[in-house]
Nanobody
Framework: QVQLVESGGGLVQPGGSLRLSCAASGSIRSISAMGWYRQTPGKQRELVAGIISSGSTNYADSVKGRFTCSRDNAKNTVYLQMNSLKPEDTAVYYC???????????????WGQGTQVTVSS
């Protein structure tokens, strides 16, 4: 089994910055893709940023130029640096990882518990 634990959410003023972290633990053989999604009440969860093991990234258009996704493969950790935050970035942010364990060769999707990010003055 794989557990994802997020940290770093909170309340920030518009224009401010936050850094989210997500550490994966458990019987992990390999992690291919990791990423961040967000969700607001009444809306579907949407991809914010993703990163594969080579370091290649992709971003939602709404966050390009403001958010940076990175990962530390040795620590099985993914980060999301969020700059120039806007009120519309307010959401619960979820970490996601496609991971393979030692008990199976199949990659499964795992999710963190979510961390609240609120951008407000």
């Amino acid at each position: 089994q794989v557990q994802l634990v997020e940290s770093g959410g909170g309340l920030v003023q518009p224009g401010g910055s936050l850094r989210l972290s997500c550490a994966a633990s458990g019987s992990i053989r390999s992690i291919s893709a990791m990423g961040w999604y967000r969700q607001t009440p009444g809306k579907q969860r949407e991809l914010v940023a993703g990163i594969i093991s080579s370091g290649s990234t992709n971003y939602a258009d709404s966050v390009k130029g403001r958010f940076t996704c990175s990962r530390d493969n040795a620590k099985n950790t993914v980060y999301l640096q969020m700059n120039s935050l806007k009120p519309e970035d307010t959401a619960v942010y979820y970490c996601n990882a496609a991971a393979q364990t030692y008990s199976s060769s199949t990659y499964y999707n795992y999710w963190g518990q979510g961390t609240q990010v609120t951008v407000s003055s």
